[in-house]
Each structure stands twice: as C-alpha cells, then as structure tokens.
C-alpha cells in the first residue's frame, strides 16, 4: 500500500530514476512503520485471520483501480490513488470483520 501511495507522488517530468526509486522506497518504508504501529502492534492476528485481511486488501485495491474505468478517468495519479485508497479501506473493513484479540 505505502509503494503504492508513494507512486502517485513520482513526478512524471523527471527523466531521472533515482528520485522515482526514492520516492517509492519511502513510500514503501513509511508502509511498513504504519502497518506495524496501526495493526501488527495492536491485534494479535492468527494466520488465517492475517491471511484475510491480505486478500481484503487486494480486492479493495482491485475495486479501488475500477473507479478511475468506471468514471472514464485517464490519469495514472488518479489510478494510484484510489488503488492505494481501496486497499487500506479493504484492509480496515477486513480487520473489522475478523475481529482480532487486542496485543497485551
């Protein structure tokens, strides 16, 4: 998600990879740090309950990158966006619905 969040903010005028491959590097880092602080610190999950809050995930991200077809909108930004938007809330609503025990 964060990789994804952070391909958005790639500038597209830049022939330069490096900046590209550093905003997406940050992007995925700062992924990792809230996904640890936001759900792996917090919820005790089990495998199968982890397992579903991937799959969630993914088929939010996949309803997510329909929007932009549905509503005829051609721009890769837009595309990025309601991906990344449309995994997290696919995360969060999965979450919701497995109801993992709080960490101690």
């Not at 993914?58 to 509503?71: D, E, S, V, Y």
């Not at 837009?78 to 709080?102: D, E, H, Q, Y």
Request: aromatic residues 6%; positive net charge.
């Amino acid at each position: 998600m964060g990789v994804m969040t952070g391909g958005g903010a790639v500038p597209t005028d830049n022939p330069n990879g490096r900046v590209g491959s550093g905003i997406l590097t940050g992007g995925f880092l700062a992924g990792l740090g809230i996904g640890d602080r936001m759900l792996a610190r917090q919820f005790d999950f089990t495998e199968g309950q982890a397992m579903l809050v991937r799959v969630g995930s993914a088929a939010g991200a996949l309803m997510g990158f329909a929007m932009p077809i549905a509503f005829d909108i051609d721009n890769g930004r837009a595309v990025l966006a309601f991906g990344s938007l449309g995994a997290i809330r696919g995360a969060a609503a999965t979450t919701g619905t497995v109801r993992p025990t709080r960490s101690r």
